[in-house]
């Protein structure tokens, strides 16, 4: 894993990337991330996915279009969680009428609950890469067993300086390896354009 190991070359903003770095970020409009639609990765997985009923969280959601888009398709115990309070007030106008989508303003690490299925969207690549494996123990010990984290990583490195953060498939499976069985990792082939070539799409089964 490329953590940095000597203290000087911590990025500065390692303790900044808080509910207020965030909060700015959508009140200003700096949302980058935020693609207009449900992921196309996330959208096929769910496809496939046999249990309407299965309690799905997904962290750092922002304005979770896969939320509303597997709502619309049946599925009926979703759980949102953001740091933003921006974020999170926007969200909760919206599915003011959608009793089977819950919305949480809190910091993801700090989160309660059990969960058979866990969506990774541009999340994970917002964490410094400090908290990369305290992310991986949190992920699992938020997941019923036999529980899956599923989603994308990027496959490509952005340095130190994000976010966002990346790294590859090779540090990707000794990481997730310490909590997950590897049931899939590889080159996502529905991106969407400006992404094409840089995401693995990624299916994680807990320990």
């Avoid at 196309?40 to 304005?63: M, R, S």
């Avoid at 541009?122 to 984290?149: D, H, I």
């Amino acid at each position: 894993m490329s953590t940095p190991q000597n203290p000087s070359s911590t990025p500065k903003f390692e303790n900044e990337l808080d509910a207020n770095f965030w909060n700015q970020r959508w009140i200003s409009g700096q949302t980058g991330w935020d693609i207009g639609y449900a992921s196309p990765p996330l959208v096929k997985y769910l496809e496939g996915y046999p249990n309407k009923d299965a309690a799905i969280l997904i962290p750092g959601c922002g304005n979770a279009y896969e939320a509303a888009h597997f709502a619309d398709n049946g599925f009926s115990n979703i759980t949102l969680v953001d740091i933003s309070e921006e974020a999170v007030a926007r969200l909760t106008e919206k599915f003011k009428h959608t009793p089977q989508i819950k919305i949480h303003c809190e910091d993801f690490f700090k989160h309660q609950g059990k969960y058979d299925l866990i969506l990774e969207q541009t999340f994970f690549c917002a964490q410094v890469l400090q908290q990369r494996e305290e992310y991986v123990q949190k992920m699992a010990s938020l997941l019923n067993k036999n529980g899956k984290l599923a989603g994308v990583l990027f496959g490509v490195s952005f340095g130190e300086s994000g976010p966002p953060f990346g790294g590859d498939e090779k540090e990707y499976r000794e990481l997730f390896s310490a909590e997950f069985h590897i049931d899939k990792m590889e080159p996502c082939y529905n991106s969407i354009a400006p992404r094409a070539g840089s995401e693995l799409f990624f299916v994680f089964t807990k320990k």
